[in-house]
C-alpha cells in the first residue's frame, strides 16, 4: 500500500523541526524525514560536547569544497548536522537573532512588485520573541513561555572576564543582550540555547513534545534522494529508509524541503530543478528551469587569532583523561562546573572601519587554543586562548552543483570565502582591532605571545596571507534557493517560501536566505520554518 501523508518534510534540522511542530500545532498530518540519526545521546546534551562535534562523529556530515584557488588553493571542511535537530543539536548554541536591518532588507528586495512582502522586522520579531524561555530577561524583545530554552553560560572562566574587558578598554561599550535594545555593537557574555547544562536543539523544543502524537510519523536514518513531480506538482518523494530499502512516500498537500543550504539545491539539481544547461551536462532531464538553484551560496568566513598564555589558565586538558572525569562528576553531581560552558562564553560586535556605522565583524573568544583541522600540525596545543573573527555581511558568493545525477554523490561547494576584496579588507580591520584587545586590560597580563597570525614583521599584507591560509566556515551556510522579487530571474522562491513555476513544493531552511543574517543562524532558521508553517496553515498563497 502507497504511503501517504498530508504534508512531507525533508530534513529534520532547524528549520525542519519548526516547521514540522506548527503544522503539528493545527492537526495536519505531517512525516518528516531526517536523513540522520536520533538525538538522544548525551554528548548532545551536555553543552560542552560541542568540541567533540567539530572534526569526527558519526552526528556531522564533513562536505568538503573544492580547492579554493585564492586561498592557496585549500580545501575548507564544512560540518554540517547528521542527527535529528540538525545543526542545533551539535552547534556550539550560540544564540543570536541578527538585526533589524537584516530583515528589513529582505522586506524592501522582497516588496519590488509586492507591497506587502511581510519579512520586516516588525512582523519577524514575534516569531523569534515567541520562541524562546529566556533565563534572563521578560521585556518587549524576550519571553519567558517558548519552546527554546535560551540562558546565560552558568560558568565562565576567568580569561573570559579578562576579554570583556579588555575590548572594553578599547571604547566598546559592555551590552548585557545582544538581542535587546543596542543588539550588535559592543562588548558582551552570549546566551546559549540551553539551560541548566541541558542543550536546548529544535529537536527537543519542537519535536520531543510531539513524539506521542499519532500525526507526526518520524522517519529518522531515511535520506529522501529525489522529488516525485506530475505536471509540474509536486506529489511526493523518493527515499532510502533505514534498512537500505528505497521507497515512494506521498503528499496530499505539500512537500517542504529543509534539508540544509547544501542538500536543497541538490535535491531540486536531481529532481529537474536547475538551470537546464547544467542539468544537461549530467544527463537530467529538466522539468522546470530555475537558474538560480544553487547559486548565491554564503557563509561567515571566520580567522583565527590565537595567543599563548603564561600561566595555566583557561581549559586546555580539562576535556581529556581524569580531568574529564573529575568535571564530569562534578556536573553529574552538583550541576556545576565548566561542563555546563560551551567554550565560547563572551564576544563582540563591531565595524573596524567605522566605529558609529553597523558592526561588521562579530568576535568569538574560547579561553583555549581552538584545534581544527587547520591549526592542528601547525600549533603546539598549550594554555592558551583564541578569539575568531567573523565577517557578517559578506559580500563574496559561492555555489552548490552537482557532481554527477548520482543521489550518493556529495555535491560540488565553492564557498569563495573572503573572495571579495571588500570581505578580505574588513577581515583584516577585524583581526587588528581584537589582536589589539590581547595587548591591552587585564588580557595583557596573561599573554605570553600571540603565534596567529605570526608577529614577525607583521603588516596588513601579512595579515591578509594569514586570513587567507587560515579562513574557514562559521558554519552558516545559506542562500542557495533565495527568495526573491518577481522581476528576479535568479530567484528559485518567491515571498511565500514557494519554489516558482512548480505546485506544492516550498523550501524553509537556510537556503531561503536572500541575503545572510548578521550573527548566528539557528534561530534564524527556526524562524524560516515557523513563518513557512504559518503560509502553509493559512494556505495564503498568492
Ligand atoms: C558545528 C556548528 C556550529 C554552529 N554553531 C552555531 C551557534 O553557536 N549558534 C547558532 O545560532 N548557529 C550555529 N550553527 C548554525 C546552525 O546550526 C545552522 O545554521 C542551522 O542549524 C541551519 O538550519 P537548517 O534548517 O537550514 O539546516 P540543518 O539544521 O543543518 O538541518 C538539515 C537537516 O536535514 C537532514 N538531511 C540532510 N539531507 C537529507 C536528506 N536527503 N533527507 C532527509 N534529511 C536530510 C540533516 O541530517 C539535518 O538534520 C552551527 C552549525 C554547526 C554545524
Not at 504511503?3 to 534540522?13: A, R
Not at 524562546?132 to 521585556?139: A, D, L, P, R
Not at 590581547?438 to 603565534?451: C, D, F, H, R
Request: with cysteine; net charge neutral.
Amino acid at each position: 500500500m502507497a504511503e501517504i501523508s498530508e504534508y512531507i518534510v525533508v530534513g529534520g534540522g532547524a528549520s525542519g523541526c519548526a516547521v514540522t511542530s506548527q503544522l503539528l500545532k493545527k492537526n495536519k498530518k505531517v512525516t518528516l524525514f531526517e536523513a540522520g540519526h536520533n538525538n538522544k545521546n548525551f554528548l548532545i546534551d551536555w553543552p560542552a560536547g560541542f568540541f567533540k562535534f567539530i572534526n569526527k562523529s558519526k552526528f556531522a556530515t564533513y562536505h568538503k569544497t573544492k580547492p579554493q584557488k585564492h586561498l592557496f588553493d585549500r580545501e575548507n571542511i564544512v560540518p554540517q548536522g547528521n542527527v535529528l535537530g540538525g545543526g542545533t543539536s551539535i552547534n556550539a548554541q550560540v544564540y543570536m537573532r541578527g538585526r533589524a536591518e537584516d530583515y528589513d532588507e529582505w522586506n524592501d528586495i522582497l516588496s519590488i512588485n509586492n507591497n506587502k512582502a511581510d519579512w520586516d522586522w516588525e512582523t519577524l520579531l514575534p516569531y523569534f520573541r515567541n520562541m524562546e524561555t529566556n533565563g534572563t530577561f521578560n521585556n518587549k524583545h524576550h519571553s519567558q513561555e517558548g519552546p527554546l530554552k535560551v540562558s546565560h553560560c552558568k560558568y565562565i572562566n576567568e580569561l573570559t572576564h579578562d576579554f570583556v574587558n579588555s575590548v572594553a578598554s578599547l571604547g566598546l561599550e559592555i551590552v548585557d543582550d545582544f538581542n535587546g535594545d543596542n543588539p550588535q555593537n559592543g562588548v558582551g557574555y552570549y546566551q546559549f540555547m540551553n539551560s541548566n547544562g541541558q542543550r536546548s536543539s529544535a529537536a527537543n523544543a519542537y519535536i520531543d513534545p510531539e513524539r506521542n502524537n499519532p500525526n507526526l510519523k518520524l522517519k529518522l536514518n531515511s535520506g529522501v534522494k529525489k522529488l516525485i513531480i506530475e505536471n509540474n506538482k509536486v506529489i511526493g518523494v523518493e527515499y532510502i529508509d533505514r534498512t537500505g530499502e528505497h521507497k515512494n512516500y506521498f503528499a496530499e498537500k505539500e512537500v517542504i524541503l529543509a534539508p540544509g543550504s547544501f542538500i536543497t539545491p541538490k535535491l531540486l539539481m536531481l529532481s529537474g530543478i536547475g538551470d537546464e544547461k547544467e542539468l544537461s551536462e549530467h544527463n537530467i532531464k529538466c522539468v522546470h528551469h530555475l537558474p538560480g538553484v544553487g547559486k548565491n551560496l554564503m557563509d561567515h568566513p571566520e580567522c583565527p587569532l590565537i595567543a599563548r598564555a603564561n600561566g595555566k589558565y583557561g581549559y586546555y586538558k580539562q576535556g581529556e583523561g581524569w580531568r574529564m572525569i573529575k568535571n564530569g562528576i562534578e556536573f553529574l553531581i552538583r550541576g556545576t562546573g565548566l561542563v555546563n560552558s560551551v567554550g565560547v562564553e563572551a564576544g563582540a560586535f563591531v565595524n573596524p572601519l567605522n566605529r558609529n556605522d553597523l558592526s561588521y565583524i562579530q568576535a568569538f573568544f574560547v579561553p583555549s587554543i581552538y584545534m581544527n583541522a587547520d591549526t592542528i600540525g601547525v600549533i603546539e596545543p598549550d594554555y592558551g586562548m583564541s578569539i575568531t573573527t567573523v565577517m557578517t555581511k559578506p559580500k563574496s558568493r559561492g555555489y552548490v552543483k552537482l557532481r554527477s545525477s548520482n543521489y550518493e554523490d556529495p555535491p560540488e561547494i565553492s564557498l569563495n570565502l573572503l573572495k571579495h576584496e571588500d570581505d578580505l579588507k574588513m577581515m583584516v580591520a577585524g583581526q587588528k582591532f581584537f589582536m589589539e584587545s590581547l595587548k591591552q586590560g587585564p588580557l595583557s597580563n596573561k599573554v605570553k605571545e600571540i603565534i596567529l597570525p605570526n608577529q614577525k614583521d607583521l603588516d596588513d599584507k601579512k595579515i591578509e596571507e594569514h586570513c587567507k591560509r587560515f579562513v574557514r566556515t562559521n558554519y552558516h551556510p545559506a542562500g542557495t534557493a533565495k527568495m526573491g522579487a518577481d522581476n528576479d530571474h535568479m530567484a528559485v522562491l518567491n515571498s511565500k517560501l514557494q519554489v516558482r513555476g512548480l505546485d506544492n513544493l516550498r523550501v524553509c531552511d537556510m537556503s531561503a536566505m536572500p541575503i545572510i543574517n548578521s550573527g548566528n543562524t539557528s534561530a534564524p532558521a527556526m524562524m524560516l520554518g515557523l513563518r513557512c508553517g504559518d503560509f502553509l496553515n493559512d494556505n495564503n498563497i498568492n
